[in-house]
């Protein structure tokens, strides 16, 4: 997947950035049992070990059963991270997503943006389309935004 994303990804990336939900864990998107496998491939750490990513597969919607797991700080007074899902919308998750090519950067004024590439099923054209997830997490606030593009 990965190879066919990245030049596609970056024919993308100068469009138009389009929001997607962000929600707190709770529901079926951040059940354990759905991390993707391999656990190893899709997991990541970034800042030092505080924030951790999890591709989530909850394999229903087929189109649509990807979400991005966000564990960050601030930590709560027995030292548990927030958490939060990152999908298309309450229900619908991403067609695909990979985080062997994720990236990220720190804007001190914003937080760290985690980007990776992933995959859209559009309902209009009957298909799929390859864009960029951008999430960013705000350590200080644990406030996490999120759009894809």
């Not at 030049?7 to 951040?30: F, M, N, W, Y």
């Not at 087929?62 to 564990?71: D, E, I, K, N």
Request: glycine fraction near 10%; charged fraction near 15%; charge should be negative.
């Amino acid at each position: 997947m990965r190879a066919l994303l990245v030049p596609a990804v970056l024919a993308l990336s100068a469009a138009a950035a389009q929001a997607v939900t962000v929600a707190d864990c709770g529901d079926h998107r951040s059940d354990v049992r759905a991390i993707a496998e391999p656990w190893e491939a899709n997991t990541r750490t970034f800042a030092k070990g505080d924030i951790r990513v999890v591709v989530i597969d909850t394999i229903e919607p087929g189109a649509g059963a990807f979400h991005l797991l966000v564990l960050h700080p601030p930590f709560d007074e027995m030292g548990g991270p927030q958490c939060h899902v990152v999908s298309v919308n309450d229900y619908f998750g991403f067609a695909g997503m990979d985080l062997g090519p994720a990236g990220a950067a720190y804007d001190p004024a914003r937080g760290l943006t985690v980007t990776l590439p992933v995959s859209l099923w559009n309902e209009d054209g009957g298909d799929f389309a390859d864009a960029l997830l951008s999430v960013t997490i705000n350590q200080a606030s644990g406030a996490v935004t999120a759009s894809v593009r």
